[in-house]
């Protein structure tokens, strides 16, 4: 727990492979985040974790599909049992990957539409602002992020995609859908909203020497909801 005055923890579970931990570290730190990085084979996360940030990057080589190995990491059972208690978790590329691999987020990531890797920025649409994750956006914000994927085209079925609309739970939608993602979908959320995975990348647009800095306004909303009030 955190309490007024101090910085949350932010625990970021690093997988082999993992190459977006670095970059989620110091965006999240430069926020005012105690941002520690953790290896993938710790049977818990550090005491008084507030959060938790999966990070980009290729987990086990992406070997069997993206996040298919990666979930049966010691600390995924940690982070499983952090959200079931309401905690709040982030899942990057991989770690969305990870978290629809891990039961944690419906449906699925298969590869990109046109079957190649897809490395640009692209322009993101904030769909709601009632999440602990988009608090410091505005409904109708346009973000510019990058995305680096092979497999982040977002699939489920009818129900699921309508239950998603239905509840407010489409957090970003692709304004130029590049890798075929249902419904242009770029993010979503849990049904307890606390746990959240986006293929874009906030943490590679978090300084104007990026080309971007709009993942603050990602990152930010993370660590705002994260820091208690003072008295």
Not at 33 to 45: G, K, N, V
Not at 70 to 84: H, L
Request: with cysteine; charged share 20%; proline share 7%.
């Amino acid at each position: 727990m955190t309490v007024p005055g101090e910085r949350p923890l932010v625990a970021i579970p690093v997988f082999p492979g993992s190459n977006d931990d670095r970059d989620a570290e110091r965006a999240l730190a430069q926020l005012g985040a105690d941002a520690r990085r953790i290896w993938h084979d710790e049977p818990a996360l550090p005491a008084a974790t507030a959060g938790v940030v999966l990070p980009g990057g290729f987990s086990y080589g992406d070997y069997l599909r993206c996040g298919a190995i990666a979930r049966f990491s010691p600390i995924m059972r940690a982070v499983a049992a952090f959200a079931a208690d309401g905690g709040l978790v982030l899942g990057i590329c991989n770690g969305f990957q990870i978290l629809v691999e891990s039961g944690l987020l419906p449906g699925a990531l298969v590869r990109n539409r046109a079957q190649k890797f897809i490395c640009r920025t692209m322009p993101v649409r904030v769909e709601t602002t009632d999440s602990p994750f988009t608090g410091c956006a505005t409904r109708g914000q346009v973000l510019q992020l990058p995305i680096a994927h092979g497999e982040g085209c977002y699939i489920a079925d009818d129900r699921t995609l309508d239950q998603l609309e239905a509840d407010d739970r489409v957090l970003f939608r692709y304004l130029d859908n590049r890798n075929g993602s249902m419904r242009d979908i770029a993010g979503i959320l849990n049904e307890g909203r606390n746990v959240m995975g986006m293929m874009p990348h906030p943490e590679r647009a978090a300084d104007p020497l990026m080309g971007s800095s709009d993942g603050l306004v990602v990152l930010q909303s993370v660590v705002s909801a994260l820091t208690p009030a003072a008295v």
